[in-house]
Nanobody
Framework: QAQLAESGGGLVQAGGSLRLSCAAPGRIFSSYSKAWFRQAPGKEREFVAAINWSGSTPVYGDSVKGRFTISRDNPKNTVSLQMDSLEPEDTAVYFC??????????????????WGQGTQVTVSS
Protein backbone atom coordinates (compact mmCIF):
# COMPACT_ATOMS: atom_id res chain seq x y z
CA GLN A 1 0.00 0.00 0.00
CA ALA A 2 1.45 3.30 -1.13
CA GLN A 3 2.01 5.68 1.74
CA LEU A 4 4.02 8.33 -0.02
CA ALA A 5 2.70 10.63 -2.75
CA GLU A 6 4.77 12.03 -5.58
CA SER A 7 3.93 15.04 -7.72
CA GLY A 8 5.58 17.31 -10.27
CA GLY A 9 6.19 14.99 -13.19
CA GLY A 10 5.49 15.99 -16.76
CA LEU A 11 6.89 16.53 -20.24
CA VAL A 12 9.98 18.66 -20.76
CA GLN A 13 12.47 19.23 -23.55
CA ALA A 14 16.04 18.04 -23.29
CA GLY A 15 18.11 20.52 -21.33
CA GLY A 16 15.13 21.63 -19.29
CA SER A 17 14.29 21.24 -15.61
CA LEU A 18 11.60 19.69 -13.45
CA ARG A 19 11.07 19.56 -9.72
CA LEU A 20 9.48 16.52 -8.12
CA SER A 21 7.98 16.50 -4.68
CA CYS A 22 7.16 13.68 -2.29
CA ALA A 23 4.70 14.09 0.55
CA ALA A 24 4.94 11.70 3.47
CA PRO A 25 1.75 11.86 5.53
CA GLY A 26 1.99 11.15 9.19
CA ARG A 27 4.74 11.84 11.66
CA ILE A 28 6.05 8.28 11.36
CA PHE A 29 8.14 9.32 8.38
CA SER A 30 9.41 12.58 9.76
CA SER A 31 12.72 11.05 10.95
CA TYR A 32 13.20 8.60 8.07
CA SER A 33 15.66 8.87 5.27
CA LYS A 34 14.01 9.24 1.87
CA ALA A 35 15.05 8.22 -1.60
CA TRP A 36 14.09 8.55 -5.22
CA PHE A 37 14.18 5.68 -7.69
CA ARG A 38 13.16 5.52 -11.31
CA GLN A 39 12.13 2.86 -13.76
CA ALA A 40 12.06 3.19 -17.53
CA PRO A 41 10.06 0.80 -19.74
CA GLY A 42 11.88 -2.48 -20.14
CA LYS A 43 14.60 -1.52 -17.67
CA GLU A 44 15.32 -2.37 -14.07
CA ARG A 45 14.58 0.02 -11.25
CA GLU A 46 17.44 2.49 -10.80
CA PHE A 47 18.54 4.35 -7.69
CA VAL A 48 18.50 8.11 -8.20
CA ALA A 49 19.20 9.79 -4.87
CA ALA A 50 18.74 9.50 -1.12
CA ILE A 51 18.89 11.88 1.79
CA ASN A 52 19.17 11.33 5.53
CA TRP A 53 16.95 12.87 8.18
CA SER A 54 19.06 16.00 8.65
CA GLY A 55 19.74 16.46 4.95
CA SER A 56 23.45 16.57 5.63
CA THR A 57 24.57 13.63 3.49
CA PRO A 58 22.78 13.32 0.16
CA VAL A 59 23.71 10.36 -2.01
CA TYR A 60 23.34 10.23 -5.80
CA GLY A 61 23.38 7.63 -8.50
CA ASP A 62 26.21 8.00 -10.99
CA SER A 63 23.93 8.86 -13.88
CA VAL A 64 22.46 11.94 -12.16
CA LYS A 65 25.41 13.35 -10.23
CA GLY A 66 25.89 17.02 -10.91
CA ARG A 67 22.43 17.38 -12.50
CA PHE A 68 19.94 16.38 -9.80
CA THR A 69 19.62 17.71 -6.26
CA ILE A 70 17.67 16.06 -3.46
CA SER A 71 16.47 18.12 -0.52
CA ARG A 72 13.93 17.90 2.28
CA ASP A 73 11.69 20.17 4.32
CA ASN A 74 11.13 18.39 7.61
CA PRO A 75 8.48 20.74 9.06
CA LYS A 76 6.42 20.11 5.91
CA ASN A 77 7.39 16.44 5.77
CA THR A 78 8.31 16.68 2.10
CA VAL A 79 11.26 15.65 -0.03
CA SER A 80 12.09 17.23 -3.37
CA LEU A 81 14.16 16.26 -6.37
CA GLN A 82 15.35 19.16 -8.52
CA MET A 83 16.26 17.81 -11.95
CA ASP A 84 18.32 20.04 -14.24
CA SER A 85 19.94 19.45 -17.63
CA LEU A 86 17.45 16.71 -18.31
CA GLU A 87 18.23 14.17 -21.01
CA PRO A 88 15.94 11.80 -22.92
CA GLU A 89 17.58 8.97 -20.96
CA ASP A 90 16.01 10.43 -17.81
CA THR A 91 12.57 9.47 -19.08
CA ALA A 92 11.02 7.12 -16.52
CA VAL A 93 8.49 6.78 -13.76
CA TYR A 94 9.99 8.28 -10.63
CA PHE A 95 9.20 6.82 -7.22
CA CYS A 96 9.68 8.18 -3.73
CA UNK A 97 10.61 5.64 -1.06
CA UNK A 98 11.31 5.34 2.66
CA UNK A 99 13.53 2.58 4.04
CA UNK A 100 12.74 -0.20 6.46
CA UNK A 101 15.60 1.03 8.62
CA UNK A 102 15.00 4.76 9.13
CA UNK A 103 18.63 5.84 8.75
CA UNK A 104 19.39 3.87 5.57
CA UNK A 105 20.49 5.91 2.55
CA UNK A 106 21.84 3.17 0.33
CA UNK A 107 20.92 2.26 -3.22
CA UNK A 108 19.34 -1.15 -2.67
CA UNK A 109 15.67 -1.02 -3.54
CA UNK A 110 15.00 -4.07 -1.41
CA UNK A 111 15.85 -2.05 1.69
CA UNK A 112 12.97 0.32 1.07
CA UNK A 113 9.59 -0.70 2.39
CA UNK A 114 7.37 2.31 1.73
CA TRP A 115 6.74 3.51 -1.80
CA GLY A 116 4.65 6.01 -3.66
CA GLN A 117 2.72 5.24 -6.82
CA GLY A 118 5.14 7.13 -9.02
CA THR A 119 5.07 10.13 -11.32
CA GLN A 120 5.93 10.08 -15.02
CA VAL A 121 8.80 12.19 -16.32
CA THR A 122 9.20 12.40 -20.08
CA VAL A 123 12.11 14.22 -21.70
CA SER A 124 11.82 14.89 -25.41
CA SER A 125 14.84 15.28 -27.67
Amino acid sequence: QAQLAESGGGLVQAGGSLRLSCAAPGRIFSSYSKAWFRQAPGKEREFVAAINWSGSTPVYGDSVKGRFTISRDNPKNTVSLQMDSLEPEDTAVYFCAAPRRPSYTGSSGDAYEYWGQGTQVTVSS
